[in-house]
DNA sequence: CGGCATCCTTCTGGATACTG
DNA sequence: CAGTATCCAGAAGGATGCCG
């Protein structure tokens, strides 16, 4: 993009962005995503404690909108009592690189934003 | 990330991703910023153009969030009537990275869940 | 043009309790 | 452990109208 505005057509980029969007707004969903892809498989009960301040509820929710749109998948193993495993699909791992992103971003933003040390909630 | 589950902590990674959602969950604001971010300056009614559904009170109020987080600057020219342009600040431009996965998974996606041709609404 | 104010409905999401 | 169910407050967000 150079600084004089000519001006070419965007819009399909940006309905890209907010296609993308679609399937991954929400306070959490992100995060949740991120939980299962540092880890490769995640439990619900380790994702509830990952995400700091998501309720079960919230969580339970968003899992089963991922699991809708193919991005996730629910393995549940016959343990006593029951484990439940989730795993980023083979389409969900397309999402890595936004989830890199996301968190050079995010690691950087602490930065600039100051008062708010990555090691306090450790 | 290899298959065998190490138990690493993550849970930087996690909060990072979870800080930058703090700046840029809602329903538009990733929207708004690509809209601004592709054509380098642009006006309230454009980006209202360029963002499919948004509503004008929406816009304002995400600019505004935007701007007190100093990812974008507003610019008032002082013409007849008044033209406003808004711009990324140095800081909004780090987000060209992220802009730029979400446009590239965007265009992706949409091929995978299909019936939803890219050129169907331009 | 670029908003802000108001009204009103829908959605979000927390707390709590309960189930297999 | 991994959820589901219910209740309910508050936030999100659309429609419309007004203003400099």
Known sequence: MTDNDYTACHKREIMAVHDAMDVLSGKWK???IS????????RFS????????IS???????????????LIK???LDSQPVTVQYQLTEYGRSL???I???TD?????????????????L
Chains 1, 2 share one sequence.
Request: net charge positive; charged share 25%.
């Open 30 to 32: 992100i995060s949740i």
């Open 35 to 42: 939980s299962i892809c540092y880890y490769n498989k995640r």
């Open 46 to 53: 380790d994702i509830l404690n990952d995400v700091n301040g």
């Open 56 to 70: 079960n509820k919230m969580l339970s929710k968003e899992l089963k909108e991922l699991e809708m749109n193919l």
């Open 74 to 76: 629910r393995i549940v």
């Open 96 to 98: 890595q690189t936004i």
């Open 100 to 102: 890199n992103s996301l």
């Open 105 to 121: 971003w995010g690691l950087e933003h602490r930065r600039v934003i100051a008062g708010k040390p990555t090691e306090a909630v």
